[in-house]
């Protein structure tokens, strides 16, 4: 059967790879410890069905793999056949490592071979929670691709850069800095079970197939060591999945092992508080039920269904493509709530975005039996701290055999780790190596029992040859294919051919696990799943079906102790249960406080035990991991003592180890330890010394010797008193209590018995020293007498009593003595209180309780109020009249609960003198005591100057103000730089009078902004509109009004940039008085607008020229003009031309032209000015011809003469002068006779 392409690849951050076509055993998870695997020394042929076996190595191996299939049917386990030469063969072959068995097969004859897979916790809770998205890219990429630094998965721990070593190392856990990945995928603690060497849990890829269904396929396989039996139902099948998916999940089930037909549901697993997890289980004898054990066994059908198309669901995740859906699966006993060594799964579900898709991968085993070289294979990852000088991470990699086969040729082995772990790598040269060493055949299942401790440790470098350095790319992968690839991978056993394939590699680090993790914590990056990878290939790069193991580390730190779980699963302790915390432990204690910070994870009870470095037991107890949210949590224990502790300076040592519930399942866990030195307890003082009647006070820490050896904050009380009834020698016991300096909510007590001295005591000349009482002046002498309470005398004035023989009593040894003896304190004279004073003599009273008095000598004071010297206060600022007296705190000591001294101004100064006045002021002070009694207390203030008083101390205070006709004067704008000078305010003592021109000083009061007042004068200016004196107009021409005001210069300056000042017409003079007219002067009113809107109105006078009718005459001239014509009235104008440009000439009223003749007309001329005058001039309408009719007569003249032809003409003379008359023809005069010419009258 040809290969086929399968989807499956490996990305960042990611739990690993299984599906149907790939087997993998996480063995990286926080609890493992160890696994042995048991191995028959009986060889078989092949069991098929869903039982796969080793085949006999030494027949099988002789035969193909045709015959060995041949020799079973179907569903037929065939039964071992040993030899006895097999069997001895494999005794001697073992001989050598019967200390790896287990107990339980020690009277066996089967070789086991022992393997530890380690297990790495995720610390996740049980309950449904949604885990934060991590995103990078893939684990193993292309070489032409960008290998980015790892990044972590959201974590619960807040953000820490401080490591284990800075921690006080007797409490180095806290719950806060448990670190761990948040995909919700976990396992429980990991306990060793003889009876399980192997389980595997494979999901389906998600096909596109897949994709449009709303079920995602897997399977499941088991294989029991040989010789065992399982017949508990404790033993359970959970089933973790993504909380990313839960929600979406409607049933998990599986078909059982031997019958397809029947499928077995798997139910969903409630938490302690009834809440819904991510883990579904089935018991593990309704699927498993193989009567023969040694093989390995599938449950095939999986089904994980979903409440919708598996399509629909990724497609509501996200980050799936950087993230894909997580899952875990392993044995669990139900009896110690463990999961079993070797069984747990954890990875990942292939989905269609995995890079790796393209790759090839031959058929399933029931696709095709006979093709099939592996059956499943695994990675077993753990931290050996003995190789190099940080250790290494050593990955032991198995590959089950289908079949009996011993030859690797043609096959090619990859091998990839997480870049992110690069950096972390030792290198040879330049480039990252991983070394390859060769299996002992015998060893191929990869544990071994330590011989000391007899807990099982994985496989380790030096049970194994080197035998090849094997180079890592930049992704961190490849491959390795020499030609004598069988000298190199150990591929079959020496007595069985069917023995799995086995290497292993051994990843050198450059730092220890812990610095690595505090690294990454320092970076934000610890908590991130790192992926390792193993597979076979052939030449052509066909990955071998089954081959593929994968496989996860995490530098977590689960329990938050500062040491990560790979270092923790390394030591073989719990990383799921801190190392424990332990509080200070002093000698006289009798119990031990501490603290364990538990993952959410374990389930599982604790001891916890304390002893001394010989094992002397000192006492014990249990502590049950409680439930809570979150990723860890911390829980307090006390250890009661049953044995008085040793000296202080021993070490003791408190170590937690988990308590098994099951015969089946123990414990593959050393116990954590922490030590402790102990602390010397109280010791008591050897010298006290009491007095008879004097009862002992409460101060019990003057009675201990070594307080400095206790917190500051300890607390000392006596638990009994030394009796002091009587002279004598007693004892006492005190008790002293202080919060623990690890744990300030565990509070020690210490108990210690207190020898002391009772003795008799005689007050006759003694000698006090005294806290020096003050009195204050004119104090009442009954206050004086009233303040000698036994408080006060007791507790305050007397410090010191010196008794005759030198014994000094102080504190409260003092208070108690005086308390004892003394009965009441009066003055023996009253204190003299009128005038202050130091240390004046007084002497105090005692008067004793048997009656006698006794008086001591002291000093007093006599305190009065003193005004303070140079005091100085700004213009117009009153001093508080407290602030005044130098000494008030000295003063206050005269309050009273409810009455204060107080201070109030008698005289009060005057703060705001005027300008020029004396600046020093004087004032009386009035101090009332609470006891009624008063001081007067003088003062004198130097006020500084006044901004009045700078103003006028300056040269130039004053500027001339320029304003117009009705303008408000500012007197501001007549002070010079009013800002500058801190005016305030000004104002005129009188209003100016801006309605006449004027140019005066006038008296304003400037007021400053302290409030200070200055007289100033200030010249201001009032600029009027005045009219012109001379002012002429042409005749009729009303005159620009401005051109009537004579001073609009000085008016400019008032002009605005918008705004000019403006001058109108209120009333136009008459400029056209009458032609003819002797008074030609012309009055009117201009108003004057300013700016700022006031108006001004100017009369003004302005003289009328002549007018053109007054100063021209025009001359008349005849206009002639034809009959029915219009004559031109200009031309009747003889001087027209000498009048006026524009001068014109109309006729008053038409002239008659409708008949000829000569006829007058009247003229009207018109001045340019407007004027008129009147002309009469003749108007001739007609020729000559048309006005006059010429009257023939008759002429005479001699034949042949020349008629003159004006004689012709009768009236002649009548017609106009220069008119002629001719003969239009000639006269025929050659004859005589009457005869007719025709004369032509020819007018001018």
Not at 31 to 54: I, M, N, P, Y
Request: proline letters at 5%.
């Amino acid at each position: 059967m040809e290969p086929k392409h399968q989807r499956f690849a490996i990305k960042k951050f990611t739990v690993g790879v299984a599906s149907v076509l790939i087997g993998t055993t996480f063995a990286i998870n926080m609890g493992t410890k160890v696994v042995s695997a048991d191995e028959t020394t009986a060889q078989t042929t092949e069991v098929v069905g869903d039982s796969l076996a080793e085949t006999s190595s030494e027949k099988n191996e002789a035969t193909s793999e045709e015959t060995s299939v041949a020799t079973a049917s179907e569903n037929e386990v065939v039964a071992p056949e040993v030899t006895a030469q097999e069997t001895q063969a494999k005794k001697e072959e073992t001989s050598d490592a019967k200390q790896t068995q287990s107990p339980e097969e020690t009277n066996s004859n089967e070789s086991a071979t022992e393997t530890k897979i380690s297990d790495q916790d995720q610390n996740k809770t049980e309950t449904s929670t949604a885990p934060q998205a991590t995103e990078t890219a893939s684990a193993f990429r292309s070489a032409s691709e960008t290998t980015v630094a790892p990044t972590t998965a959201e974590t619960t721990a807040p953000e820490e850069t401080a490591t284990s070593e800075t921690k006080n190392p007797q409490w180095p856990a806290a719950a806060d800095a448990a670190v761990t990945n948040d995909n919700g995928i976990y396992t429980p603690q990991i306990s060793y079970n003889r009876k399980f060497w192997t389980f595997q849990a494979n999901p389906g890829m998600i096909t596109d197939e897949v994709a449009k269904s709303n079920t995602i396929p897997f399977s499941m396989a088991e294989q029991r060591t040989g010789g065992t039996v399982v017949t508990s139902k404790d033993y359970k099948i959970r089933l973790q999945l993504d909380n990313r998916l839960v929600d979406s999940v409607s049933e998990v089930s599986l078909t059982q092992r031997d019958d397809t037909n029947k499928t077995i549901y798997f139910t969903r697993v409630l938490d302690d508080a009834g809440n819904k997890t991510n883990i579904w289980e089935a018991t593990l004898l309704d699927i498993f039920n193989e009567p023969v054990v040694g093989y390995a066994y599938l449950a095939e059908n999986g089904r994980i269904v979903l409440n919708d198309t598996v399509e629909n669901v990724l497609n509501k995740i996200s980050d799936v493509e950087q993230n894909p859906l997580l899952y875990n699966a392993y044995v669990y006993d139900a009896s110690s709530r463990t999961a079993l060594l070797a069984t747990n799964n954890e990875g990942y579900i292939v989905g269609p975005n995995d890079p790796l898709s393209e790759k090839q991968v031959t058929p399933t085993y029931s696709e095709n039996k006979n093709d099939t070289k592996f059956i499943g294979s695994h990675n077993v990852i753990s931290y050996d701290k003995t190789i190099g000088e940080n250790g290494a991470l050593v990955v032991f990699y198995q590959a089950s055999k289908k079949g009996s086969w011993t030859d690797g040729t043609g096959l090619v082995f990859n091998y990839g780790i997480d870049p992110a772990l690069l950096p972390y790598l030792e290198k040879t040269g330049d480039a990252y190596t991983v070394e390859l060493n060769k299996v002992k055949n015998g060893d191929q299942y990869g544990f071994v029992q330590d011989k000391t401790n007899k807990l099982w440790i994985p496989l380790n470098s030096t049970d194994t040859t080197k035998v090849a350095d094997l180079t890592l790319d930049a992704n961190g992968t490849g491959s390795y294919a020499p030609a004598d690839i069988n000298d190199k991978i150990l591929f079959g056993g020496f007595a069985s051919g069917a023995r799995p394939v086995a290497l292993l590699l051994v990843y050198r680090l450059n730092q220890k696990p812990d610095e690595i993790y505090a690294s990454l914590k320092k970076d934000g990056k610890a908590g991130g799943s790192l992926l390792f990878n193993n597979y076979f290939t052939d030449t052509n790069g066909v990955v071998q079906n089954y081959s593929m193991a994968s496989n996860l580390i995490a530098f977590d730190d689960s329990d938050g102790d500062g040491i990560p779980d790979l270092k923790e699963e390394a030591d073989l302790t719990n990383p799921l249960v801190s190392m424990p915390n332990i509080s200070n432990v002093y000698v006289s204690e009798n119990k031990v406080h501490g603290e364990l910070v538990f993952n959410q994870a374990e389930g599982t009870k604790q001891e916890v035990t304390v002893t001394d470095e010989k094992g002397t037991v000192y006492g014990s107890t249990t502590v049950t991991p409680e439930r809570f949210d979150g990723v860890a949590k911390a829980q307090k224990f006390d250890i009661p003592l049953t044995k008085t502790l040793p000296a202080a300076g021993t070490k003791l040592i408190v170590s937690v180890s988990t308590i098994a519930s099951s015969g089946d399942s123990m414990s593959n866990n050393l116990p954590q330890k922490n030590e402790v030195t102990l602390k010397e307890g109280a010791i008591a003082k050897t010298d006290l010394k009491y007095y008879t009647g004097v009862t002992v006070g409460d101060d019990a820490k003057n009675a201990i010797a070594n307080t400095a050896s206790f917190p500051e904050n300890a607390t000392y009380a006596w638990v009994t008193k030394p009796d002091t009834t009587k002279a004598q020698t007693t004892s006492g016991q005190v008790k002293v209590t202080f919060p623990d300096e690890l744990d300030p909510t565990y509070t020690h007590e210490l108990l210690v018995t207190v020898p002391a001295t009772v003795t008799d005591i005689d007050l006759t000349k003694s000698t006090i020293e005294v806290n020096k009482p003050s009195l204050h002046v004119n104090q009442d002498i009954d206050t004086v007498n009233d303040m000698l309470t036994r408080d006060y005398v007791e507790n305050k004035l007397i410090k010191k009593l010196t008794l005759a023989d030198g014994t000094v009593f102080e504190g409260q040894e003092l208070k108690d003595v005086l308390n004892a003896l003394v009965a009441g304190y009066s003055w023996s004279d009253d204190p003299d209180t009128t005038t202050a004073g130091k240390d004046i003599d007084a002497r105090l009273r005692a008067k004793l309780n048997n009656k006698r008095n006794i008086s001591w000598a002291m000093k007093i004071d006599v305190v009065g109020a003193q005004a303070k010297a140079d005091l100085q206060t700004p213009w117009g600022t009153e001093i508080n009249v407290s602030d005044v007296i130098a000494n008030t705190d000295e003063l206050k000591q005269f309050d009273t609960a409810d009455k204060k001294v107080s201070y109030a101004w008698k005289e009060k100064p005057n703060f705001k003198p005027g300008v020029s006045v004396d600046h020093h002021v004087s004032g009386v002070v009035l101090v009332t005591y609470p006891d009624g009694t008063t001081q007067d207390v003088p003062v004198t203030i130097t006020v500084g100057d006044s901004q009045a008083d700078a103003f006028a101390a300056k040269e130039a205070t004053t500027q001339k103000i320029t304003v117009h006709y009705g303008q408000t004067v500012n007197p501001n704008a007549g002070l010079v730089d009013p800002t500058g000078n801190n005016v305030k305010s000004s104002a005129f003592v009188t209003p100016v009078d801006t309605t006449v021109a004027s140019n005066s000083e006038h008296p304003a009061t400037v007021t400053f902004t302290d409030g200070s007042t200055a007289p100033v004068d200030i010249l201001v200016e009032v600029i009027v509109a005045t009219p012109k004196s001379d002012a002429t107009t042409p005749w009729g021409k009303v005159p620009e009004a401005k051109s009537l005001i004579a001073n609009t210069n000085a008016l400019a300056q008032f002009d605005q940039s918008d705004k000019p000042v403006s001058y109108a017409w209120k009333q136009q003079p008459n400029v056209k008085p009458e032609v003819g007219a002797t008074d030609r002067n012309a009055t009117g009113i201009v108003t004057v607008t300013y700016p700022d809107g006031t108006t001004q109105d100017v009369e003004v006078n302005v003289l009328v020229d002549k007018s053109d009718a007054d100063t021209y005459t025009p001359n008349g001239q005849e206009v002639k003009t034809p009959v029915g014509g219009t004559p031109d009235a200009t031309a009747g104008i003889a001087n027209l031309g000498e009048l006026p440009a524009g001068t014109t000439a109309t006729w008053k009223e038409p002239v008659d032209t409708k008949t000829p003749g000569h006829k007058e007309g009247t003229v009207v001329v018109t001045y340019p000015d407007g004027t008129t005058e009147e002309v009469t001039v003749p108007v001739k309408v007609g020729t000559d011809a048309d006005i006059y009719t010429p009257n023939g007569q008759e002429v005479k003249t001699p034949v042949g003469g020349t008629p003159d032809a004006t004689a012709g003409i009768a009236n002649l003379g009548e017609l106009p002068a220069g008119t002629t008359a001719t003969w239009k023809e000639p006269v025929d005069t050659k004859t005589p006779g009457h005869k007719e010419g025709t004369v032509v009258v020819t007018y001018p």
